[in-house]
């Protein structure tokens, strides 16, 4: 029997929607890299928009993931539904293409000289450390290895985490007076203001239940 016979029919479901969704990232994020280094004046200067574009291209893959569910709480249709489904597999987008970045900011810290700050190595490392682990995690078996709860957890505090650090990235530009990153930072506030509007109608309690009236 073969590794892909033995698989649970969601597995190869994510199986079938990843692999190209990852190579289809990859692909896009290194024509990004490729075009940036070859119109830049300099090497350093090439890889430092390398580096830029790619966070924005990780950042318009992590959004729909972010929104997923709250957007299917609150007005559920087709599309929130394919993301709800499709999510594991989105997510792993994300981290390829959020790898890519990583490369890319790797090499422009290298050829320009540059070493990051204790307060950036902290923040964006444990992002990074948080994506792997749960891209490490974008499994059934992982689940059940790691228990619901834990699970939740470990994503949830994440996919936060991951955020804050796209949402105070793009809001530091803003007050720079660096007005082009103004739409990405009203698309974090956007997303995060998803989430609570979702959050806060799971905890509003149903009108006949609330009001004493007898359950159907």
Excluded at 88 to 96: C, D, E, H, I, Q
């Amino acid at each position: 029997m073969t590794a892909t016979a033995s698989m649970s029919p969601s597995a190869r479901r994510l199986r079938r929607l990843t692999v190209p969704l990852c190579g289809a990232v990859a692909l896009v994020a290194g024509v990004v890299v490729a075009q940036a280094v070859a119109s830049a004046a300099t090497v350093d200067e090439g890889w430092r928009l390398a580096a830029r574009h790619t966070a924005r291209l990780a950042f318009l893959v992590f959004l729909p993931v972010y929104v997923a569910s709250a957007w299917h709480r609150l007005a559920p249709g087709p599309l929130s539904r394919w993301l709800m489904r499709n999510r594991r597999s989105l997510g792993l987008a994300f981290a390829t293409a959020h790898t890519v970045h990583l490369a890319a900011l790797v090499a422009f810290n290298a050829i320009a000289g540059q070493r990051p700050d204790a307060a950036t190595l902290v923040v964006g490392g444990g992002a990074y450390a948080m994506l792997f682990a749960m891209a490490a995690t974008s499994s059934d078996a992982a689940v059940r290895r790691l228990g619901a709860r834990r699970w939740k957890r470990l994503h949830a505090v994440g996919i936060h985490w991951l955020w804050f650090v796209f949402a105070f990235s793009y809001g530091g530009r803003v007050a720079e007076g660096r007005l082009a990153f103004v739409p990405l930072f009203a698309l974090a506030l956007g997303g995060l203001g998803l989430r609570v509007a979702a959050r806060l109608r799971a905890r509003r309690p149903v009108r006949g239940v609330a009001e004493g009236a007898p359950s159907p």
